[in-house]
């Protein structure tokens, strides 16, 4: 096949969610050639990088990223998009280039990626932000918080690009937490390997997260699905994934967050293309938490098609081979929620088969364990290690049955993970 002659789309690190991208765009006649960022995937997306996929595939040269334009120009492709947070800086890199009237604002490329930069952005632009810094002085970060006047003792530490709550934590203003916490993160590699030459530090917010999903096309952005974070604290790391509860568009909080939500996008110059958006809703209103510019990770856009019969994914390919305009709004199917499997202490795994038998509950859709009978679990501290033991999903329209169902999850995990004096890894 002349692949030249066929419609082509560029995939830029199609791992997690991205590696969607490739049946979305077959179901529709369309080719697809993937770019890799690197030679090879960052660890914890290799096992969904499935490179049979795809027609061609290039591996970026940042010393040439001209000629490898040219070589994508050559397909006439009918986007360049992200598949993952690995994949966002070159493809704001490439899209220009190759797909100029498909791409987003240039001059705000960096702000869409580095959270320290999105952060001032979003400042400039006037739309409400929680107080943050980053830098590589601690001695900048100790003078930002003498001049600050907070609403509490804590702050929150993390790498400015990263993902999946890798190196977030929680500490206290005073004393060393956030002497030892800013100095694992500073020069170390973080989770893509990529090395903190900054440090994030973010003033730390109470009330309810919420993620809200879009497919921006011609500077209009559509709000795909909204869910609700319930994440716990524990002594390793900040925001332990609990549950995601997908909410009904029809909900109190849904216009604020969607009018919030695309004022951030405005904000960060989106045009084109998929994000996932963290907002924290305080008692002053919405607060960005941080902006992905890429498809909810993993796997999400399948499940949110099961939830509202639709995903930014989809919308994403059916605007791109077909013109297809998406609704500014979504619907909601079924009371959905994803239940997080964690270990909030060093365990061995025992009577595992208790949590197969939880596939037997009336709420069940779909689970995914990655544990064994006998091994070895480190506590969780981040989104990367709670998807290694695995997950739940489960829909139900009856609410009572399915808080029934969620708790039997941890019920479950009461029994499986047995708690050991010391981390053995």
Not at 276 to 303: C, D, F, Q, S, Y
Request: hydrophobic share 40%; glycine share 6%.
């Amino acid at each position: 096949m002349n692949y030249f002659k066929q419609k082509t789309a560029v995939i830029i690190d199609p791992y997690s969610s991205g590696s969607l991208f490739f049946d979305a765009f077959k179901a529709e006649g369309v080719n697809v050639v993937a770019v890799m960022s690197e030679k090879q995937p960052p660890d914890v997306y290799a096992s969904s990088f499935r490179p049979d996929d795809f027609s061609d595939i290039y591996i970026s040269d940042s010393d040439d990223l001209e000629g490898l334009a040219a070589k994508l120009k050559e397909y006439e492709p009918i986007c360049v998009l992200a598949g993952c947070e690995s994949g966002v800086e070159l493809a704001e890199s490439l899209a220009p280039l190759v797909c100029p009237d498909l791409s987003n604002d240039r001059s705000l490329a960096q702000a869409r990626r580095d959270k320290g930069l999105m952060s001032a952005a979003v400042s400039c632009a006037g739309v409400p932000m929680m107080r943050q810094i980053c830098t590589n002085n601690l001695s900048e970060v100790n003078e930002w918080i003498n001049i600050n006047n907070f609403d509490n003792d804590y702050l929150v530490v993390k790498p400015p690009k990263s993902a999946s709550t890798d190196g977030v934590k929680k500490v206290n203003r005073y004393g060393g937490e956030l002497h030892d916490a800013f100095t694992d993160l500073i020069n170390n590699p973080n989770r893509l390997g990529i090395i903190n030459d900054r440090v994030l530090v973010q003033e730390y917010l109470t009330g309810v997260e919420y993620v809200v999903d879009t497919f921006s096309y011609e500077g209009r952005h559509s709000i795909c699905s909204i869910c609700k974070y319930t994440k716990v604290d524990t002594d390793l790391g900040m925001a332990i994934y609990d549950r995601m509860d997908w909410i009904s568009p029809k909900a109190d909080v849904v216009e604020q967050l969607s009018d919030y939500a695309k004022a951030v996008l405005n904000a960060l110059g989106m045009r084109f293309g998929n994000a996932h958006i963290e907002i924290m809703m305080t008692a002053n209103g919405p607060r960005l938490i941080e902006l992905g510019a890429r498809p909810h990770g993993g796997g999400n856009p399948r499940l949110c098609r099961i939830a509202t019969g639709d995903s930014q994914l989809h919308r994403s390919v059916r605007y791109f081979t077909s013109g297809v305009t998406p609704p500014d709004e979504y619907i909601l199917k079924k009371n959905m929620t994803v239940v997080f499997l964690m270990a909030k202490q060093a365990s061995i795994v025992t009577s595992l088969s208790l949590m197969h038998d939880l596939k037997k509950l009336n709420s069940f859709l779909e689970g995914k364990i990655n544990i064994d009978e006998g091994q070895y679990i480190p506590a969780t501290k981040d989104l990367f290690a709670t998807l290694a033991l695995g997950y739940f999903v489960l829909a139900n329209n009856d609410l009572d049955t399915l808080e029934e169902d969620i708790q039997a999850i941890r019920s479950a995990e009461y029994e499986v993970y047995q708690p050991v004096l010391e981390d053995i890894a």
